[in-house]
């Protein structure tokens, strides 16, 4: 499986994805679910594409905390361009969620100038700065819920980003399970889920099979 949709690959067609990931020797692998990707301590050269499969970015801090900063699915692209992972203090691991399929590239590949002034070469790099700059983004809106003061305004708070990342037209989806997501959030799990059935009790949220709609005041 080639990643020719994938953001890296925006713009160039299939052929010319193909010879690219050749010129880039490319390596593709397998992992088992629970397996670990990726520790960034020691993954400084790569970046890697999920073809196949979902993984979540774990951090655990200098006491043994755990903690998901992101979970990446198919296409989900990753690496220490992306993790800040020179904070030395943290240990940061990518771990399978499910069976996982992952193209890993090197950087310096990617990086290096084309001898042939490749067009196409340009536009994977000018995709590369896109998506370190959509990550921005995202570590912004996740600085967002964590600095919020209690479990459910960081709730709340997450709902309406996910709600506000979600296409038009379709039903906003919790990317955790309720244990995870408390990870992600930062806070207590059994507080958390006191914090949900308070608020689907009270009719600011309704929840089934992960898929949820928030109800604003002018609604109710």
Do not use: W
């Amino acid at each position: 499986m080639l990643p020719e949709n994938n953001i890296l690959f925006k713009g160039i067609d299939p052929e010319n994805c193909r010879r690219m990931i050749t010129c880039f020797h490319a390596e593709v692998r397998k992992f088992r679910a629970g397996s670990c990707i990726a520790d960034f301590t020691s993954f400084s050269d790569k970046i890697g594409i999920i073809l196949s499969g979902s993984a979540s970015m774990i951090r655990y801090d200098i006491n043994g905390i755990r903690t998901i900063a992101e979970t990446l699915g198919e296409q989900g692209v990753f690496g220490e361009f992306f993790t800040f992972a020179g904070v030395h203090r943290n240990a940061i691991e990518l771990v399978a969620d499910t069976e996982c399929e992952i193209m890993f590239l090197h950087r310096e590949e990617i990086l290096k100038r084309c001898e042939n002034a490749c067009r196409c070469h340009s536009m994977v790099v000018e995709n590369l700065l896109m998506l370190m700059s959509e990550r921005s983004i995202a570590l912004t809106e996740r600085i967002e819920v964590l600095s919020q003061r209690s479990i459910e305004e960081k709730l709340i708070s997450f709902l309406q980003i996910t709600e506000d990342n979600t296409p038009e037209g379709k039903e906003p989806v919790i990317p955790f399970s309720t244990t995870a997501l408390s990870d992600y959030l930062c806070v207590n799990r059994s507080a958390l889920q006191r914090e949900i059935a308070k608020l689907k009790k009270n009719g600011t949220l309704t929840i089934s099979k992960r898929r949820f709609r928030l109800i604003r005041n002018s609604e109710q």
